[in-house]
């Protein structure tokens, strides 16, 4: 009999992030609402907070996943050559965290980098992040094409603050004529890696 409360509950779960990520599609991330959550879903605020404790922690399940799916799909593709092709890479990553202040805040606070709070998948998505980037500057060093007088991982921990500080430094300005991103980090990437 213990199963089918548990499959209830992780049908209930599972409902609940089917029907924020469809808000979220439709109005953006900052425009979600517990309330519209629940209402939509069927379900009392007190289920939603036995799954999620907040609104925020709903967000970085969702949002944890959706990195890891762009993580996953950087992976798959051929390792990049340059800085430059580094950044490109890294673009439609940027493009989807850049596209809402709260997508970047939840992110590097639910890493555990900024805080107590932790999510494991977003988390796992900053590690993960480090080792691609490990890897890729093994190959370029392998290759003679990036400096070869540091650790590849301390290299690539550099490349995950540059990305860290564009994002922040894009929201942080009052006018619309940065680059985007990806075009910002180019500068930073080609200083870090090639000298």
């Excluded at 060093?141 to 603050?161: H, K, S, V, Y």
């Excluded at 430094?169 to 075009?183: R, S, W």
Aim: aromatic fraction near 8%; include cysteine.
């Amino acid at each position: 009999m213990t199963r089918a409360p548990q499959k209830r509950r992780l049908e209930t779960r599972t409902k609940l992030l089917s029907v924020a990520e469809d808000l979220i599609d439709a109005n953006g991330v900052s425009a979600l609402r517990v309330e519209n959550v629940v209402a939509r879903a069927g379900v009392a605020k007190g289920t939603f907070f036995s799954h999620f404790g907040d609104k925020d922690g709903l967000l970085a399940v969702i949002l944890g996943a959706q990195v890891m799916r762009h993580i996953e799909d950087m992976d798959a593709a051929p390792a990049p050559n340059t800085p430059a092709e580094i950044a490109q890479r890294l673009s439609p990553l940027l493009d989807f965290i850049s596209q809402d202040r709260m997508i970047f805040d939840l992110l590097l606070r639910y890493s555990g980098t900024t805080g107590a709070e932790v999510d494991e998948v977003v988390t796992q998505g900053f590690l993960r992040q480090i080792s691609m980037f490990t890897g890729w500057i093994s190959q370029m060093q392998a290759a003679g094409t990036l400096r070869g007088d540091a650790n590849p991982e301390f290299l690539a921990e550099g490349i995950q603050a540059f990305l860290n500080h564009v994002l922040a430094t894009g929201f942080c300005m009052e006018h619309g004529d940065l680059p985007p991103p990806a075009e910002a980090l180019v500068p930073y990437l080609e200083q870090w890696l090639l000298t």
